[in-house]
Protein backbone atom coordinates (compact mmCIF):
# COMPACT_ATOMS: atom_id res chain seq x y z
CA UNK A 1 0.00 0.00 0.00
CA UNK A 2 1.23 3.52 -0.89
CA UNK A 3 0.35 6.49 0.46
CA UNK A 4 0.44 10.34 -0.89
CA UNK A 5 -1.14 13.43 1.15
CA UNK A 6 -1.73 16.36 -0.57
CA UNK A 7 -3.63 19.84 0.22
CA UNK A 8 -1.12 21.14 2.97
CA UNK A 9 -0.39 25.25 3.39
CA UNK A 10 -0.24 28.01 5.33
CA UNK A 11 -3.43 29.37 6.38
CA UNK A 12 -4.98 32.49 8.20
CA UNK A 13 -6.32 31.56 11.75
CA UNK A 14 -10.79 30.64 11.06
CA UNK A 15 -9.55 29.38 8.05
CA UNK A 16 -10.05 26.42 6.10
CA UNK A 17 -8.09 23.42 4.24
CA UNK A 18 -8.45 20.11 2.73
CA UNK A 19 -6.04 17.48 2.96
CA UNK A 20 -6.25 14.73 0.03
CA UNK A 21 -4.68 10.66 0.94
CA UNK A 22 -4.53 8.89 -2.23
CA UNK A 23 -3.75 5.15 -1.77
CA UNK A 24 -3.04 3.31 -4.26
CA UNK A 25 -1.44 -1.39 -3.93
CA UNK A 26 -3.59 -3.74 -2.50
CA UNK A 27 -5.87 -0.74 -1.04
CA UNK A 28 -8.80 -3.99 -0.72
CA UNK A 29 -7.08 -4.94 1.94
CA UNK A 30 -7.25 -1.58 4.25
CA UNK A 31 -8.92 -2.36 7.40
CA UNK A 32 -8.93 1.28 8.82
CA UNK A 33 -6.89 4.63 7.40
CA UNK A 34 -6.47 8.06 10.18
CA UNK A 35 -4.85 10.85 9.84
CA UNK A 36 -2.11 11.96 12.43
CA UNK A 37 0.00 14.95 13.06
CA UNK A 38 3.15 16.16 14.45
CA UNK A 39 3.86 19.49 15.66
CA UNK A 40 7.03 21.22 16.04
CA UNK A 41 8.91 19.42 18.67
CA UNK A 42 5.79 17.20 19.73
CA UNK A 43 5.15 13.55 19.89
CA UNK A 44 2.60 12.51 16.49
CA UNK A 45 -0.90 12.32 17.96
CA UNK A 46 -3.96 10.65 15.66
CA UNK A 47 -6.58 13.36 14.50
CA UNK A 48 -9.12 11.54 12.69
CA UNK A 49 -9.56 7.54 12.08
CA UNK A 50 -12.50 5.97 9.61
CA UNK A 51 -13.09 1.81 9.21
CA UNK A 52 -12.87 0.67 6.01
CA UNK A 53 -15.50 -1.81 7.35
CA UNK A 54 -18.67 -0.08 8.17
CA UNK A 55 -16.98 3.70 7.89
CA UNK A 56 -17.39 4.71 11.76
CA UNK A 57 -15.21 7.76 12.68
CA UNK A 58 -13.32 8.36 15.33
CA UNK A 59 -11.87 12.41 16.37
CA UNK A 60 -9.35 13.33 18.89
CA UNK A 61 -11.25 15.89 21.21
CA UNK A 62 -8.95 18.72 20.53
CA UNK A 63 -10.75 18.87 16.93
CA UNK A 64 -13.63 17.99 17.26
CA UNK A 65 -16.86 19.70 15.42
CA UNK A 66 -13.77 21.83 13.34
CA UNK A 67 -12.24 18.72 11.47
CA UNK A 68 -14.36 15.79 9.39
CA UNK A 69 -12.78 12.61 7.92
CA UNK A 70 -13.98 11.17 4.98
CA UNK A 71 -13.32 8.70 2.30
CA UNK A 72 -14.25 7.78 -1.25
CA UNK A 73 -13.74 4.58 -2.06
CA UNK A 74 -13.92 5.02 -5.94
CA UNK A 75 -10.84 7.15 -5.99
CA UNK A 76 -9.34 5.16 -3.16
CA UNK A 77 -8.92 8.60 -1.01
CA UNK A 78 -9.54 9.74 2.29
CA UNK A 79 -9.80 13.40 3.26
CA UNK A 80 -9.64 15.79 6.46
CA UNK A 81 -11.92 18.90 5.48
CA UNK A 82 -10.67 21.21 8.27
CA UNK A 83 -12.57 24.45 9.53
CA UNK A 84 -11.89 26.86 12.12
CA UNK A 85 -8.11 26.15 12.01
CA UNK A 86 -6.27 27.19 15.15
CA UNK A 87 -2.19 28.16 15.64
CA UNK A 88 -2.19 24.89 17.18
CA UNK A 89 -3.04 22.74 14.59
CA UNK A 90 -0.10 23.56 12.93
CA UNK A 91 1.97 20.56 12.21
CA UNK A 92 2.99 17.83 9.15
CA UNK A 93 0.02 15.84 8.71
CA UNK A 94 0.36 11.88 7.65
CA UNK A 95 -2.24 9.77 6.59
CA UNK A 96 -2.28 6.16 7.67
CA UNK A 97 -3.55 3.03 6.56
CA UNK A 98 -3.75 -0.48 8.44
CA UNK A 99 -4.02 -4.06 7.19
CA UNK A 100 -4.67 -6.64 9.50
CA UNK A 101 -3.82 -10.02 7.89
CA UNK A 102 -4.43 -13.31 9.65
CA UNK A 103 -1.64 -16.43 7.99
CA UNK A 104 -2.44 -18.64 11.81
CA UNK A 105 -2.36 -15.04 13.96
CA UNK A 106 -3.45 -11.72 13.37
CA UNK A 107 -1.06 -9.54 12.42
CA UNK A 108 -1.13 -5.47 11.79
CA UNK A 109 0.86 -3.71 9.36
CA UNK A 110 0.97 0.20 9.52
CA UNK A 111 1.67 2.47 6.83
CA UNK A 112 2.45 6.19 6.38
CA UNK A 113 2.22 8.84 3.52
CA UNK A 114 5.43 11.09 3.13
CA UNK A 115 3.77 14.07 5.49
CA UNK A 116 1.86 17.26 4.62
CA UNK A 117 2.89 20.75 6.57
CA UNK A 118 -0.18 22.80 7.40
CA UNK A 119 0.72 25.92 8.79
CA UNK A 120 -1.60 28.66 10.99
CA UNK A 121 -0.65 31.78 11.20
CA UNK A 122 -2.26 33.96 14.26
Known amino acids: VQLVESGGGLVQAGGSLRLSCAAS????????MAWYRQPPGKQREMVAS????????NYADSIKGRFTISRDNAKNTMYLQMNSLKPEDTAVYYC????????????????WGQGTQVTVSS
Open 25 to 32: GSTFTINA
Open 96 to 111: NAVRRIYDGSWTEYDY
Open 50 to 57: ISSEDGST
